[in-house]
């Protein structure tokens, strides 16, 4: 397994183009969303926000999000925006008598991105306006209400060793005095968390644990049922998980969705590129990969079996055995 490279400092605030919203309000809209997603929505405190998944009747996730209620009946979901057109108008098949509108809400947002120093900073702000103790960035999927700019903070798993949280504001919030972080920088953020975005290209590529979202708190046991819970919990409980993600090296291009060989297997993939990142010269990505390649220290391609070569970095966080 190869060692971390040096990476620029993550911190600032970043555009986040690739990312939108999705609306969901009325009565029923957390109780419906409770029965499509494997995170819960119900018992969601005000302090809370999930990532979770929404998947089809075979386990597959056809979209990720990262959602929080901001008031009892309405939910909003930040997920990737090559999906939200598909995702609201498949779940909107669901919705029968149920007293929910789901809508594409990203034009009603500003969506960024806060990372490192200049998330602390503003952490630390709203922790001594409010006069209450410091707010800690160590746990992540926790809102922060920012009731000067009508903003939330979703705290995320860190990257790079550096916090970050998605910042979802009513009207563009007063961020003029922390340094622009560059998307693409951002994005390499994304894929060293270890945790990969559904995109269009891994439409239903993947069971939930395939991107080790049970280890992230992605996934809910004990809640009820949803689209595809039954091959899920079977996945997670009959037997050892055979397939897991992993972060990567590469020094050539590749791309979200291609599949992986290793170098003594030409026609039998071992697993596919979820989410990729360039940083100069070098690429990063998270990858599903069949666990026993990894063990065995095979030598992994991209696209054939002599294919742009991958090199296997550390997880930043560990697999649960016991959920």
């Not at 503003?122 to 410091?134: I, M, N």
């Amino acid at each position: 397994m190869s060692q971390l490279p040096h990476f620029p400092a993550l911190d600032g605030v970043a555009p986040l183009p690739h990312l939108g919203v999705i609306r969901a309000v009325g009565e029923d809209a957390a109780n419906f969303l409770h029965n499509q997603l494997t995170q819960d929505v119900l018992l969601m405190k005000a302090d809370q926000c999930h990532l979770g998944a929404f998947c089809n009747a075979k386990g597959r996730m056809q979209a990720s999000f990262v959602f929080y209620k901001p008031s009892p009946n309405e939910v909003l979901l930040v997920c990737r925006r090559d999906l939200i057109a598909q995702t609201v108008k498949r779940l909107s098949m669901f919705v029968l008598r149920a007293k929910v509108k789901l809508t594409d809400a990203t034009a009603d947002f500003h969506l960024l991105g806060l990372a490192g120093k200049s998330l602390e900073s503003v952490v630390s702000g709203l922790a001594q306006e409010a006069s209450q103790p410091e707010l800690s960035l160590n746990q992540a999927w926790r809102c922060i209400h920012w009731a000067s700019e009508q903003a939330h903070l979703l705290t995320l798993y860190p990257a790079l060793q550096q916090p970050r949280a998605l910042l979802l504001a009513a009207s563009a919030p007063h961020l003029s005095a922390y340094p622009t972080l560059d998307t693409a920088l951002w994005q390499l953020g994304e894929v060293m968390s270890g945790i990969a975005w559904v995109e269009h290209a891994t439409f239903e590529a993947f069971v939930p644990q395939m991107l080790n979202y049970e280890s992230v708190d992605g996934v809910n046991f004990k809640k009820g049922c949803y689209p595809g819970q039954e091959v899920v919990a079977r996945s997670q409980f009959r037997g050892t998980l055979k397939r897991r993600a992993y972060v990567v090296q590469s020094a050539d291009a590749i791309f979200a969705g291609q599949e992986i060989y290793t170098s003594d297997a030409t026609d039998q993939p071992c697993g596919l590129v979820a989410q990729v990142a360039t940083l100069s010269d070098q690429t990063y990505a998270v990858v599903e990969l069949q666990t026993s390649v990894v063990d065995e220290k095979k030598s992994l391609h991209v696209g054939t079996s002599s294919g742009a070569q991958l090199h296997v970095l550390p997880l930043p966080y560990v697999l649960r055995d016991d959920i």
